[in-house]
């Protein structure tokens, strides 16, 4: 028997909640999900033991999936070694370890592309597809998206679109529209990341057309301030580093005052300042010069304060200039014409999706992003209100007949898998 650690021993018994494992590459992590789903299929401390096939388990490759169905194999067939059919108790606790081996090769244990898939089939009346629709090959893909958007981008060329006209102009150059094509394909990629890609889609460019009287205003404040805040939380861990070598007894103590200024001034900028007040501030930050009296302290000390100084600065004075065109007035005037531009381009991805479609149907295709939304509609319901905004999302008689059979969902590289889908 392996010896857990307290906190792996925690996640391995851990009921009644939501559990995020977070560790280090190679600290166990699979080794203790593994060890979990063991406990659970044989069932401890009096908890009603759960079927092998009761378990969604997500990994991010088809490898790991593999990797995992092993060892869950290994664990089963080690603890089957163990017992012998002396009593009746061993014999039945032997007959269901077998039918939980027998169960493997039908076990949700796989990707998560894997699993929407294996429900696409299973519910494939309820979208009315073919059942029997295959994952396209990437490269094959590709091709068919390049020769699809250079029909249509041609198509409004030769009809002198005056939309697509203006967004060219823009978006092109003297060497063509190699880069119209792939903000084209890069905005529609990213839009179905999102839960609901036409609500996405509409809902940037409303942002982009309303006009606004402030940067305050704009629906991308908050995240910008984040993100402010963010770079400053990392501003500071590097000045708290140059103060605690100033303070050491044989430190360059009299460079203290320049550090602690810096720092005082980024201390003020707090979340509850409105934007324009966070930029202002930031703006305004100066800088003193270290001082230049002689000062006895280790030189290598001192070297190492001047370096971490002019990292901030170098850092402050990006952000200075960076911020400078967020605050710049002709941004907040411009944004109602980019969002007519941003209309356009969407009109345009709307027009290549719906092309891209009918080509995947025609040959019996699927991307991964299709089964994903595929899955999706199988599972929830959006409320829209009258703009077309998500304002409630309700679960499909799929996913409460799916909650019903899994009684729990595991997911191993949880941050890679979420990123992916």
């Known amino acids: ?75 089963l067939s080690s603890v089957m070694n163990e017992l012998s059919e002396e009593t009746r108790e061993n014999r039945d606790l032997l007959d ?63 009809e002198k679109n005056a939309d697509f006209m203006a967004l060219a102009e823009v978006y092109g150059n003297v060497q063509g529209l190699e880069n119209l094509k792939e903000l084209i394909l890069d905005v529609s990629t990213f839009s179905k990341s999102t839960l609901f890609p036409e609500v ?91 001082s230049r009296k002689k000062q006895e302290c280790d030189p290598v000390l001192k070297e190492k304060v001047k370096a971490y100084r002019d990292l901030a600065k170098e850092v402050i004075k990006g952000l200075q200039e960076d911020l400078a065109y967020v605050q710049d007035e002709k941004l907040l005037k411009q944004l109602p014409d980019v969002g007519r531009l941003m209309e356009t381009l969407v009109h345009v991805i709307q027009a290549f999706e719906a092309r891209y479609s009918i080509r995947k149907q025609e040959a019996g295709l699927v991307d991964y992003h299709d089964l994903e939304h595929l899955c999706l509609e199988l599972l929830i319901e959006p409320e829209l209100d009258e703009e077309g905004e998500v304002v409630q999302i309700h679960y499909t008689e799929v996913a409460k007949e799916l909650s019903s059979f899994y009684k729990e969902v595991y997911i191993d590289e949880y941050q890679d898998s979420a990123t992916r889908s």
Not at 263 to 282: A, C, G
């Open 200 to 290: 996405w889609l509409k809902g940037q460019v409303k942002k982009l057309k309303t006009p606004y009287a402030s940067i305050n205003e704009m629906p991308w404040s908050e995240s910008f301030k984040k993100q402010i805040l963010s770079i400053l939380a990392d501003l500071n861990k590097i000045y708290d580093k140059a103060m605690a070598l100033c303070e050491d007894h044989i430190g360059p103590i009299l460079y203290k005052e320049a550090i602690e200024s810096d720092q005082n001034q980024l201390k003020r900028i707090e979340y509850d300042l409105p934007l324009d007040e966070m930029i202002r501030m930031i703006q305004s930050i100066n800088f003193v010069a270290l």
């Open 1 to 75: 028997m392996p010896s857990w650690t307290p906190m792996q021993q925690a996640a391995i018994d851990q009921r009644g909640a939501n559990i995020l494992v977070s560790a280090a590459a190679g600290s166990g992590k699979t080794a203790v999900l593994t060890e979990r789903v063991l406990n659970r299929i044989l069932g401890s401390n009096g908890e009603k033991s759960i079927e092998l096939d009761r378990f969604l388990i997500v990994t991010f490759t088809s490898a790991a999936a593999q990797e995992m169905k092993e060892r869950i194999t290994h664990k």
């Open 96 to 158: 269901y370890l077998e039918k939980q081996m027998a169960l493997m090769p039908q076990a949700s244990i796989s990707t998560i592309h894997s699993f929407c898939l294996k429900t696409i089939k299973s519910y494939f009346n309820r979208l009315e597809i073919d059942p029997n629709i295959k994952v396209g090959n990437e490269a094959e893909l590709s091709m068919m998206r390049s020769e699809i958007l250079e029909d249509l981008m041609e198509e409004y060329l030769e």
